[in-house]
């Protein structure tokens, strides 16, 4: 479980003006769900979603995971808890462009003891679940829908219970865009802590909670369930 509690984030620009990026949002979000956060570029959804994975530290208010206190924790603190129980997947994959899919996906490993045996099968399994040979050349050869399963495969090697993912279908054709989405709802069903930000509307109706926000404001008339979820009994 998730929770934050009067939740805010102000921060200043070059030029010195003070920005509210997120105010006061309080939420809960539970595990065995997929939690869309929609809303228009600039209301804040990815630093509402960097404060979640303790990457930014909230002006006010808590973030709570686990039992933890995760805003109240230090920066390395903070990192080692996000290495341990976040995957992260990214719009524009941030993958090692010199190094082949297997090495991409081991290097969650190279931050922990994490390494050996089974950790590579772990990473090799992943890569056959995704259709990406483990030896393939260095991943910037790779098409994009291959090189965004490549970073989700990376994300899930070391099996977190939380998955906080930025724009995961933006830069796919529709083909793959439907896999990723299909494989958020299957980490979902496996009762994992799925949170998207997304502007892809197939995203949204296939979330369990929707979570609109609006100038860094949680939008409480966007709160229902979809059908997606009153289906599967998540509440």
């Known amino acids: 479980m998730i929770e934050l509690e009067n939740v805010s984030a102000r921060f200043k620009d070059a030029a010195g003006t003070v920005i509210d990026a997120v105010k006061d949002v309080s939420l809960t979000l539970a595990p065995g769900a997929v939690h869309a956060i929609i809303g228009p570029s600039g209301s804040g959804k990815t630093t509402l979603l960097h404060i979640i994975a303790g990457i930014l530290v909230p002006t006010a208010g808590t973030v709570q995971a686990q039992g933890i206190t995760v805003s109240k924790l230090g920066e390395s603190a903070r990192d080692a808890w996000r290495r ?21 996906v081991l290097v969650p490993s190279w931050f922990g003891r994490n390494g050996g045996t089974d950790i590579r099968r772990s990473a090799r399994d992943l890569l056959a679940h995704f259709d990406v040979p483990a030896r393939s050349g260095p991943v910037a050869v790779l098409s994009r829908g291959q090189q965004q399963r ?12 939380i998955i906080l993912a930025d724009e995961p279908t933006a830069s796919v054709d529709k083909v793959n865009a439907e896999r990723i989405i299909d494989e958020l709802a299957r980490l979902a069903d496996e009762g994992r802590t799925v949170i998207v930000v997304s502007h892809d509307e197939r995203v949204a109706a296939r979330a369990d909670h929707v979570i609109e926000i609006l100038n860094g404001t949680l939008n409480t008339a966007n709160g229902a369930q979809t059908e997606h979820a009153q289906a599967r009994g998540v509440h």
Do not use: T, W, Y
């Open 84 to 104: 341990k129980n976040c995957g992260m997947i990214f719009q524009d994959f941030r993958l090692i462009n010199e190094l082949g899919p297997l090495g991409n």
């Open 150 to 161: 490549v970073a989700m495969a990376r994300a899930l090697v070391l099996s977190p219970q």
